[in-house]
């Protein structure tokens, strides 16, 4: 059991890479080391910024063992262990729980799509969640994987003791108000971009993993914080004023644009695995000047 | 130029058909001047809820006539105008005006939707604004037409003065935060059904379009009040208890769920036209219970 | 009755319109007349490429009516008469016979597609072929209406005995065959575009509706006769030419892209109605690079 | 460089589990054997149907080592290596060339596909066809991965000297077409299932990787050589009549309905590994009966 509950503001931190390709662990442990002292509530290791489908299994384990021992229990550390079997899922989920992680975050398997309904999905997250020592958080990420698992199979996922959250990265709001209204109170419903996290937390989500928290955690806790204290107009204006900076690091240039933002800001970076490409340079200049006008560039 | 603002609460109201399948105008009267009657901001005559796709062009003159005549300025009306060629959409729209509708309710052109980009959309709303004597909303039903006009498009279409407003569909909470983000004030962002009235309103949008406002006006106006309020908790809570009977008479059920609704709470109705069919009874059964479990069965 | 079978290469013919944007019925009648002097099977009067979706009904009247008299019953004459609601293609489509077309092709309603599905498509063409006086094709173009239907619906829709026939617009080889093996001898699978002629007539097609057609009406007559001698591997290489300049009329200039073509072969042409846009200089001249290099632009 | 040139009629054979869910490799030898010695020209050892996405990295090399060891040069071997990242396919593939492959199967990489365009293809095609000793094949796989690499981008991979074909498992007549028109006559387009294998040859495709010659490998054979042999009608007969069933071991019931197919003709067979589900009893029915009618229960 995590001594902390699921929720807050999370980073779904980067993978570093050397010139040569390989992990650069040392470096990753500096930028680990600065998120521990951010206000950020924790982090997620191989989350799809992650690169986390880029990565073999025993680089999967290094980076686990590298941010929890570094984190040392200052922050929730979630790990993310889906891959498409059940099997390797098991495996992976074990692996992160000995290695310290305090929750699984498990992406739905998806590449046999057309065949995987709400049965087979029962079936390998109740499988996931019988095997795993730590609570598991259902990953949907539509997007990237095709799936999407509707609210009343989040709700029937919701239902096993050992699963404990869902992070959604669309922003339908019709779904996050389902996906609330039909699971318990203690279920955290996570958003899972921030350009939807103040009407998630108006919805009743428990908080956010959010990739512009890589680069901007303290404007991303604000957010929460104003949302908290009940100042919705300025929560608002918080909100409108993350978008451009939010699409910038995601849907616009991606995982490339996240890792050109942390160079900015003064963390350590490199470039993508491929075959992601790196940024461009006009794409780096558009980025700069997008973070700048949100107010965004405080070095580290 | 209407003498109230554009916002609020407003109802999609049904087209009504006798048993011959040709259009009731005296029983729709007796709903209309229900609506008048109630605590709605107004009424959408011939939105995708009021059959507009199945209507013939004089149809749509007569149902716009009895609705402006009953209402008799009580409450904003809104006219349904868009069709598929931008030189119909004026005859239409003209009309209307003539006929002393407040706003004309304009739907994306779509058949040819591979090639419309968003110069033919912007010279399409242009010309329509330009030639029409009552302001322009721009209507995004994905659902229906299959295009999603991005906000960056809507915020081009906001620049004409004579364009002030859109009503989405879709409850992406990501556009709508950008649509409010790239207008101006004055402009009314309305959420085009009620289950994400409440997010929409948190970010800035004016109201809401709502079929579920055909049924249930007062709850949907009372969500309303919550949020104008500032009683966040309780309008989240209403929001949630909306989701069920709103699915029932939308995205379930459809046309034929909100027409067996209406009938459930004392309105007249009648069968949609074909090639909608009406609700099975199994339908009827199941949005009976679905309303009565939201306590939303009080009869006209 | 048709005095001649529903097959062959058949041309869906575009609409004229003047400086005005009205009818130019003139023009129509000597584009009519040049097809009806043509190799081809027969035209098509208001397919999408004619800009269906654009006309009021009384302009539909008057393009069924000039065709129909040009023609004279030298060719076969098909009239696109399928619009939203089941009771106002019923009239178009009577009209249309009691105008003298050989048969009625009626597109999928799509509006209201989440609510149809295959028993609301019976009805609706089984009502249509109940009243029509003349034989029905359905017509399949789901790139413009969102509405694939499937197979085992056209085999449903096939034996009802007055419809004889379907276009589907989508290559989809796999449903080609389907609905030659779903449907008896004599009923008709027509290809609804150039770029797959050869392997539907393949498959056992009877035929095709092609936009190419309307400019390059001998190259497509050439491929049909060329796999009806058995010439298979000329067929194949006719097949392979058409490519390039079919997606040029269609899927990459659309109707605009057709109208350039016609007025480059010496037909009467015009622009297309709004919110379709005219061809650009660049579009033009990229479209004649590509006619000449197959060799099409021999002059009318 | 492999003996044969690659074309012809192709099984991507199934992996197989024992009871406790690891490979069972005595098992799998037997089917291969069966495979050699049967008309077919060679057999892939995962592809999808091989359940490729849910082994683990040493079980493909054990699974290639088996079936190189096996077919002992009776026929060709290809080898699925495409994973997420480049460096892994390198690796995957080195070591499937070491092993004996005598091609490459290389899906698309998919989960970050918003973000890999034409550029990033080529670079991961590029790189892993520089760094392999054997020839690379590129396998389109859209209803599994969500990419649809178009034919201009097949034409620019197909200018690599290494790179000697394409599979495409989608029944897209117009790409097929366009793909053989882009390509030299010495790149070999394949049909990725025996629905559209007629069709496919028709329009110049070399042969087709078809999970139902797993089942039914002599009737595929012949339906190529009916083609090859002129007898266009008998070829067309053939082609509608491997519909349903093709349909059976696929779309319908996947690699489940694929397994239990294989059980009913006599091969060594098991359940697929979570979260693939076994077929369940009625589709085993439905299976065996299509088959019956089909006349391709032919025992092993």
Redesign the interface.
């Known amino acids: 059991m995590a001594t902390r509950p699921l929720g807050g503001v999370l980073a779904p931190i980067a993978a570093l890479f050397g010139p040569d ?1 390989e992990l650069d662990l040392e470096k990753y442990a500096k930028n680990v080391e600065w998120y521990a002292n951010s206000p950020l509530d924790g982090i997620v290791v191989m989350g ?1 910024n992650g690169e986390s ?5 025993d680089e999967k384990l290094r980076l686990i063992d590298t941010a929890v021992t570094t984190v040392n229990g200052r922050k929730l550390v979630l790990a993310g262990t889906g891959v ?5 899922t098991i495996r992976l989920t074990r692996a992160a729980a000995e290695l310290g992680a305090d929750f699984a975050l498990v992406v739905t ?1 998806h ?6 309904d709400a ?3 029962k ?2 997250y109740y ?1 996931v969640a019988d095997a795993s020592p730590i609570p598991i958080v259902v990953y949907i990420m539509t ?4 799936v999407d698992l509707p609210a009343s199979v989040v709700s029937m996922l919701a239902r096993h003791p050992n699963i404990v959250g869902v992070k959604d990265s669309a ?8 996906m ?2 039909g699971t318990d109170d203690d279920f955290a419903v996570l958003a899972g ?1 921030a ?2 996290l ?3 937390l ?3 989500a428990k908080g956010g993993i959010l990739a512009l928290a890589d680069v901007a955690p303290a404007a991303c806790v604000e957010l929460r914080d104003l949302y908290e204290a ?1 100042d ?1 107009e300025a929560a ?1 204006r918080a ?2 004023n993350l ?1 451009a900076p939010n699409a910038a690091v995601t ?1 616009r240039f ?3 644009g996240l890792k050109a933002a942390m160079e900015m800001i003064g963390l350590e970076t490199g470039d993508p ?5 790196p940024a461009t340079d006009a794409e780096r200049a558009e980025i700069q000047r997008i973070f700048e006008q949100a107010g965004l560039l405080a070095r580290v």
Chains 1, 2, 3, 4 share one sequence.
């Open positions: 390709g799809s489908a880029l990565l073999d299994e498409e079997s059940t099997r390797a398997p590449y046999y799509r057309p065949r995987y049965e087979a999905y079936r390998h499988a997007a990237y994987t095709g922003g339908n709001a019709v779904k996050f108000a389902e609330v209204a971009s350009n939807f103040y009407p998630a108006c919805l009743g009940g919705h608002r909100q409108l978008l849907t991606g995982i490339a695995r491929p075959p992601l490409l």
